[in-house]
């Protein structure tokens, strides 16, 4: 694997927050980062492989620190690793043997820790743990209904959970949950390995993209300790306030929330379409019906978590795209 560099200018060394991530949801709202993969591609990177921008783990790390580095100092406080499209059988495909993968997967822990080194203040790592059909890479995270039982999601989450558990984040990010029934395969997993989760479904309307009622999914987390938050991420912002309201009452818990652009993926052309509608105003609304831990997720870039931060008095700063 190629080496991973110390960053330019970090602000502290790079080493887990003063405090938990619950202990801060407790004091106030968090802000997390935003997309990714669209961070990459303004910094020149070709994410067209199935692996994603997993790939850079491998053969551009250097791209991905830059990436979480442009969001950590726009203002973010949680930054979510580039594990989302990593699986063992996946890096199988690319000829990565298991002791590679696995290396790999901690590699993504690590860059998120070095990025957040550039600030001094407290900087969150979450580890991505994606669904199943973001491995498949044809969309299917947005359908869920799979064809497998929870045993066999059990089963293929079970190793990506335990490798990145191995890394020491400080939260476990199980995102964009399209249905119930994995959602369930990871929370059981994600108890086997101690560390605090959140659990975010991805939404259309009242219901997963599975079609399950908000109500029923949400509670499955109800009474979970290990859980610090449950919302949603990977949707339509018009689709947040509806969700944070049920998640709120259902579950309890500080809701997480991190919606899309409000451009449409064409998994088929593998593009968007359609024009943004993210709102960082909408924060408020968000807020008020019970979100703490709030960001962008696909094709919200780093100037929208500076506008956030400010409105949050995060103190964060507009920054250009980082080239590649």
Same mark, same amino acid.
């Given at each position: 694997?190629?080496?991973?560099?110390?960053?330019?200018?970090? %602000?502290?060394?790079?080493?887990?927050?003063? @405090?938990?991530? +619950?202990?801060? &949801?407790? *004091?106030?709202? #968090?802000? /997390?980062?935003?997309?990714?993969?669209?961070?990459?591609?303004?910094?020149?990177?070709?994410?067209?492989?199935?692996?994603?921008?997993?790939?850079?783990?491998?053969?551009?790390?250097?791209?991905?620190?830059?990436?979480?580095?442009?969001?950590?100092?726009?203002?973010?406080?949680?930054?979510?690793?580039?594990?989302?499209?990593?699986?063992?059988? %996946?890096?199988?495909?690319?000829?990565?043997? @298991?002791?590679? +993968?696995?290396? &790999?997967? *901690?590699?993504? #822990?690590? /860059?998120?820790?070095?990025?957040?080194?550039?600030?001094?203040?407290?900087?969150?790592?979450?580890?991505?743990?994606?669904?199943?059909?973001?491995?498949?890479?044809?969309?299917?995270?947005?359908?869920?209904?799979?064809?497998?039982?929870?045993?066999?999601?059990?089963?293929?989450?079970?190793?990506?959970?335990?490798?990145?558990?191995?890394?020491?984040?400080?939260?476990?990010?199980?995102?964009?949950?399209?249905?119930?029934?994995?959602?369930? *395969?990871?929370?059981?997993?994600?108890?086997?390995?101690?560390?605090?989760?959140?659990?975010?479904?991805?939404?259309?309307?009242?219901?997963?993209?599975?079609?399950?009622?908000?109500?029923?999914?949400?509670?499955?987390?109800?009474?979970?300790?290990?859980?610090?938050?449950?919302?949603?991420?990977?949707?339509?912002?018009?689709?947040?306030?509806?969700?944070?309201?049920?998640?709120?009452?259902?579950?309890?818990?500080?809701?997480?929330?991190?919606?899309?652009?409000?451009?449409?993926?064409?998994?088929?052309?593998?593009?968007?379409?359609?024009?943004?509608?993210?709102?960082?105003?909408?924060?408020?609304?968000?807020?008020?019906?019970?979100?703490?831990?709030?960001?962008?997720?696909?094709?919200?870039?780093?100037?929208?978590?500076?506008?956030?931060?400010?409105l949050l008095g995060k103190g964060g700063r507009t920054t250009e795209p980082v080239e590649g």
């Amino acid at each position: 694997m190629s080496p991973v560099h110390d960053s330019p200018g970090s %602000g502290r060394p790079a080493g887990p927050p003063s @405090r938990s991530l +619950a202990g801060a &949801l407790d *004091a106030g709202t #968090v802000l /997390l980062d935003g997309g990714l993969s669209n961070q990459l591609e303004a910094q020149g990177c070709d994410l067209s492989d199935a692996l994603w921008s997993a790939r850079l783990l491998s053969d551009g790390p250097e791209q991905i620190e830059a990436a979480h580095t442009a969001y950590v100092r726009a203002g973010a406080q949680v930054l979510i690793t580039a594990s989302y499209q990593a699986s063992f059988e %996946g890096f199988r495909r690319h000829g990565f043997g @298991r002791a590679e +993968a696995a290396g &790999l997967f *901690a590699r993504s #822990v690590e /860059l998120a820790r070095r990025a957040a080194g550039a600030v001094d203040r407290d900087v969150w790592v979450a580890a991505s743990v994606g669904p199943y059909g973001a491995v498949t890479a044809d969309g299917a995270e947005y359908r869920g209904r799979y064809g497998l039982t929870v045993r066999e999601l059990e089963r293929f989450h079970r190793p990506r959970i335990e490798a990145l558990a191995a890394a020491g984040p400080d939260v476990l990010a199980l995102e964009t949950v399209p249905d119930l029934d994995e959602a369930q *395969a990871l929370l059981r997993v994600a108890g086997e390995c101690g560390l605090p989760v959140w659990l975010s479904y991805t939404v259309a309307g009242d219901r997963t993209r599975a079609g399950q009622r908000l109500e029923e999914a949400f509670s499955l987390v109800r009474g979970n300790e290990q859980v610090v938050a449950a919302g949603a991420n990977c949707c339509d912002p018009d689709d947040v306030v509806g969700a944070v309201r049920v998640a709120a009452e259902v579950t309890g818990k500080w809701v997480v929330v991190y919606p899309n652009s409000g451009e449409r993926w064409d998994a088929k052309g593998r593009t968007w379409a359609g024009g943004a509608t993210f709102d960082p105003g909408q924060v408020r609304a968000w807020q008020d019906t019970g979100a703490r831990l709030v960001g962008g997720c696909c094709r919200v870039g780093p100037p929208v978590i500076a506008e956030l931060a400010a409105l949050l008095g995060k103190g964060g700063r507009t920054t250009e795209p980082v080239e590649g």
